[in-house]
Nanobody
Framework: QVQLVESGGELVQAGASLRLSCAVSGGTLNNYNMAWFRQAPGKERTFVLAISQTTGRVMYADSVKGRFSISRDNAETTMYLQMNSLKPEDTATYYC????????????????WGQGTQVTVSS
């Protein structure tokens, strides 16, 4: 059973950078399509970015393109979300997700989820 644990969320000022981590246990990243989603209070969970397990291709939400990026450690057990030039509208709980089959922008397509980490960007 794959388990995902996010960390790294905090309160930052607009324009700052932050790196979130998603630690994977019960599997390794190269066996799964991985994604980040976020959810602001009172809103639906929305797509941030995803990386394909087979091609390594990354797809981004338009709102984060050029500011956010994804990477992983050599042991294939931790995925990182690097967030630069943060804006107040980036404030949300950030979730990592994994699925062995699907590489999409839809939360319902991902089988495994972490508990989330809160990012707050002040203006």
């Amino acid at each position: 059973q794959v388990q995902l644990v996010e960390s790294g969320g905090e309160l930052v000022q607009a324009g700052a950078s932050l790196r979130l981590s998603c630690a994977v246990s019960g599997g390794t990243l190269n066996n799964y399509n991985m994604a980040w989603f976020r959810q602001a209070p009172g809103k639906e969970r929305t797509f941030v970015l995803a990386i394909s397990q087979t091609t390594g291709r990354v797809m981004y939400a338009d709102s984060v393109k050029g500011r956010f990026s994804i990477s992983r450690d050599n042991a294939e057990t931790t995925m990182y979300l690097q967030m630069n030039s943060l804006k107040p509208e980036d404030t949300a709980t950030y979730y990592c997700a994994a699925d062995s089959q699907r590489y999409t922008q839809y939360p319902s397509h991902y089988r495994y989820w972490g508990q989330g980490t809160q990012v707050t960007v002040s203006s």
